[in-house]
């Protein structure tokens, strides 16, 4: 890793922590219903809100009750979607059943998978109408089932986790339309666009005539950056100028993505009165975030050892010091947009700056081990904090065992129950990936049909060997971590891709959400435990150890197979100067 890659990482990393306690303790305020600098102004708002949608504000909902709403909200929000996207207006491409449902599933799912370009697919009502506003949905209900699992373990003896449509309402309206409005502002001041003009025609420097590609990119790529649900207006997503135009938007782009779940352990803290259980999930995550940013920008710096081997010198085609440049844009380099793929991948957002099929085999391993870490490294908005505190419970329950205690954290005792429905989310997001991932394989033999028009899906890998496996893996880890991005080698627009993939994206969303809110709720019910000096602490340096020790055993123990055929297999061959035609 050179030193300018270095001083990108300590910038990022410095005014992401400066960022967490204000963001976080403003989070923990709107949930809490206390007053905000913005309560005068939004305050008579949210209570015509209530007022017009007969929501009593002070009517608390048991776990089932607040699932069943989030639920039924999610479930509207797709029919709605769907809707527009077959009978969108005259001037975008008509979109197939299959198509329309992937996309559909894939915002209201906060995953934001892409199989279709989005400039020349949608309509601009349909971006607006439909993405823009799923991608406020998505990210408000995650914030509010995270919300409620912090307060299954800050309530005592209750049978309330508080009330969705409120939470709903105070994330959208305090927390993600300002945010959104000022980062739309400062985006629109560095040059991306915002406009409802249609595509404008221009000679290229060849003098073949073309199409510029216009519209509300500023509005919907704030929210898509602080939502975790990276859809770009473009195909070539925050690649292409109109939505990221400077090395300063980047840097801007990277903190929205991770600012609301590095938030929220901030949040977890304060609701919970503990405020070093929060800093100490805040540090786990960072550790892991760094710690996959340094060996992605040391791999990639380091390029392709056979390149070398042929006599070709990077450095004498590149601006930058060396290194892998295939796929990325000069104006971020190498450093800033490995820095922005570990961004994408660990917040959950999959917003991408490069191609990720062209990184090395390690560069695309620390993607895929983001993803398959099950959105603990920060991860999506809500959700990813939910699946942070999962494993710091099963962490818990570990080291009980292995001391002879009964398991605690935050005084609430950890039971049979709950390590049932974690492993029941855990179980089922490995079951999505890996076994959708075989079937795609698996599924070479079978003959042309309709859903695959162009025989086996495997003919859509742009590379074969190992690096096509990996292709198929990124697909599905994507789906069912609810991630969004892609390797960018796969034509995963074909129904077997569309159906497969939507339904990896509604496992890995909804059999963790509702295993949460089951948690949340079965903790919430129990009787606060005294602190004694036998209870094991859950704050400090040894016990985030062993928080990251329990993620990297869970992970290698599910997915260390697949890796070893994929990435990694693919990391030695190409030592070795092994070629794949």
């Given at each position: 890793?050179?030193?300018?890659?270095?001083?990108?990482?300590?910038?990022?990393?410095?005014?992401?922590?400066?960022?967490?306690?204000?963001?976080?303790?403003?989070?923990?305020?709107?949930?809490?219903?206390?007053?905000?600098?913005?309560?005068?102004?939004?305050?008579?708002?949210?209570?015509?809100?209530?007022?017009?949608?007969?929501?009593?504000?002070?009517?608390?909902?048991?776990?089932?009750?607040?699932?069943?709403?989030?639920?039924?909200?999610?479930?509207?929000?797709?029919?709605?979607?769907?809707?527009?996207?077959?009978?969108?207006?005259?001037?975008?491409?008509?979109?197939?059943?299959?198509?329309?449902?992937?996309?559909?599933?894939?915002?209201?799912?906060?995953?934001?998978?892409?199989?279709?370009?989005?400039?020349?697919?949608?309509?601009?009502?349909?971006?607006?109408?439909?993405?823009?506003?799923?991608?406020?949905?998505?990210?408000?209900?995650?914030?509010?089932?995270?919300?409620?699992?912090?307060?299954?373990?800050?309530?005592?003896?209750?049978?309330?986790?508080?009330?969705?449509?409120?939470?709903?309402?105070?994330?959208?309206?305090?927390?993600?339309?300002?945010?959104?409005?000022?980062?739309?502002?400062?985006?629109?001041?560095?040059?991306?666009?915002?406009?409802f003009r249609p595509p404008q025609a221009v000679a290229a420097v060849e003098g073949s005539p073309g199409d510029i590609p216009l519209?509300?990119?500023?509005?919907?790529?704030?929210?898509?950056?602080?939502?975790?649900?990276?859809?770009?207006?473009?195909?070539?997503?925050?690649?292409?100028?109109?939505?990221?135009?400077?090395?300063?938007?980047?840097?801007?782009?990277?903190?929205?993505?991770?600012?609301?779940?590095?938030?929220?352990?901030?949040?977890?803290?304060?609701?919970?009165?503990?405020?070093?259980?929060?800093?100490?999930?805040?540090?786990?995550?960072?550790?892991?975030?760094?710690?996959?940013?340094?060996?992605?920008?040391?791999?990639?710096?380091?390029?392709?050892?056979?390149?070398?081997?042929?006599?070709?010198?990077?450095?004498?085609?590149?601006?930058?010091?060396?290194?892998?440049?295939?796929?990325?844009?000069?104006?971020?380099?190498?450093?800033?947009?490995?820095?922005?793929?570990?961004?994408?991948?660990?917040?959950?957002?999959?917003?991408?700056?490069?191609?990720?099929?062209?990184?090395?085999?390690?560069?695309?391993?620390?993607?895929?081990?983001?993803?398959?870490?099950?959105?603990?490294?920060?991860?999506?908005?809500?959700?990813?904090?939910?699946?942070?505190?999962?494993?710091?419970?099963?962490?818990?329950?570990?080291?009980?065992?292995?001391?002879?205690?009964?398991?605690?954290?935050?005084?609430?005792?950890?039971?049979?129950?709950?390590?049932?429905?974690?492993?029941?989310?855990?179980?089922?997001?490995?079951?999505?990936?890996?076994?959708?991932?075989?079937?795609?394989?698996?599924?070479?033999?079978?003959?042309?049909?309709?859903?695959?028009?162009?025989?086996?899906?495997?003919?859509?890998?742009?590379?074969?060997?190992?690096?096509?496996?990996?292709?198929?893996?990124?697909?599905?880890?994507?789906?069912?971590?609810?991630?969004?991005?892609?390797?960018?080698?796969?034509?995963?627009?074909?129904?077997?891709?569309?159906?497969?993939?939507?339904?990896?994206?509604?496992?890995?969303?909804?059999?963790?959400?509702?295993?949460?809110?089951?948690?949340?709720?079965?903790?919430?019910?129990?009787?606060?435990?005294?602190?004694?000096?036998?209870?094991?602490?859950?704050?400090?340096?040894?016990?985030?150890?062993?928080?990251?020790?329990?993620?990297?055993?869970?992970?290698?123990?599910?997915?260390?197979?697949?890796?070893?055929?994929?990435?990694i297999a693919e990391h030695y061959l190409m030592h070795s100067g092994a070629l794949f035609r």
């Amino acid at each position: 890793m050179t030193w300018t890659g270095a001083c990108q990482l300590a910038v990022f990393f410095g005014l992401l922590t400066a960022i967490t306690k204000p963001l976080g303790r403003y989070m923990a305020d709107v949930f809490e219903g206390k007053n905000t600098f913005l309560s005068k102004v939004l305050a008579p708002l949210e209570r015509f809100i209530y007022r017009i949608s007969k929501v009593d504000s002070r009517a608390g909902q048991a776990w089932t009750v607040y699932a069943s709403a989030a639920l039924a909200f999610s479930f509207i929000n797709f029919c709605s979607f769907y809707a527009l996207l077959r009978w969108q207006a005259p001037g975008g491409t008509p979109l197939t059943p299959d198509l329309a449902f992937n996309i559909a599933v894939s915002f209201m799912t906060n995953t934001s998978w892409q199989s279709y370009a989005g400039e020349t697919t949608l309509t601009h009502l349909s971006q607006m109408l439909g993405v823009a506003v799923q991608s406020f949905t998505s990210a408000a209900t995650g914030m509010a089932v995270g919300v409620a699992l912090i307060r299954g373990f800050a309530r005592d003896q209750s049978s309330e986790l508080g009330n969705f449509w409120v939470d709903l309402t105070r994330a959208t309206l305090y927390i993600l339309l300002p945010i959104s409005l000022a980062a739309a502002l400062f985006l629109g001041s560095q040059g991306v666009i915002q406009n409802f003009r249609p595509p404008q025609a221009v000679a290229a420097v060849e003098g073949s005539p073309g199409d510029i590609p216009l519209g509300p990119v500023a509005s919907q790529e704030a929210i898509k950056l602080l939502g975790s649900d990276g859809g770009g207006f473009f195909n070539a997503n925050s690649a292409h100028p109109f939505e990221n135009p400077t090395p300063f938007t980047n840097l801007v782009e990277m903190l929205l993505m991770l600012a609301i779940p590095a938030g929220m352990t901030y949040t977890f803290g304060r609701i919970t009165n503990d405020q070093r259980q929060g800093w100490a999930l805040f540090v786990a995550m960072a550790v892991m975030l760094i710690g996959g940013s340094c060996v992605a920008m040391w791999s990639e710096q380091a390029g392709n050892p056979m390149l070398r081997a042929a006599g070709v010198d990077a450095r004498a085609s590149s601006a930058h010091a060396g290194g892998n440049m295939e796929g990325k844009e000069v104006r971020f380099g190498i450093a800033g947009s490995a820095l922005f793929s570990v961004a994408g991948t660990a917040s959950a957002d999959g917003a991408v700056n490069s191609m990720h099929d062209s990184y090395t085999p390690l560069g695309g391993l620390v993607q895929l081990c983001n993803m398959k870490t099950g959105e603990v490294i920060f991860g999506g908005v809500g959700t990813g904090l939910a699946a942070m505190v999962f494993m710091v419970m099963v962490t818990v329950f570990l080291a009980g065992l292995m001391v002879g205690r009964s398991p605690e954290y935050l005084g609430k005792k950890i039971e049979a129950k709950e390590m049932k429905l974690i492993m029941l989310s855990f179980v089922a997001t490995a079951v999505a990936l890996l076994g959708l991932s075989g079937a795609t394989v698996a599924a070479r033999f079978a003959p042309s049909s309709y859903w695959n028009p162009a025989g086996a899906p495997v003919s859509n890998l742009a590379n074969p060997g190992p690096h096509g496996l990996s292709e198929i893996l990124y697909a599905h880890s994507s789906a069912a971590a609810t991630n969004g991005s892609a390797f960018a080698g796969l034509n995963a627009n074909t129904p077997w891709f569309n159906l497969t993939l939507g339904l990896g994206m509604l496992i890995g969303r909804f059999l963790v959400v509702i295993p949460a809110l089951a948690v949340a709720g079965s903790l919430a019910a129990k009787r606060r435990l005294a602190t004694t000096s036998g209870t094991m602490p859950t704050h400090n340096a040894v016990f985030v150890a062993l928080v990251l020790a329990t993620i990297g055993v869970v992970t290698v123990l599910t997915y260390f197979p697949v890796l070893a055929l994929g990435p990694i297999a693919e990391h030695y061959l190409m030592h070795s100067g092994a070629l794949f035609r």
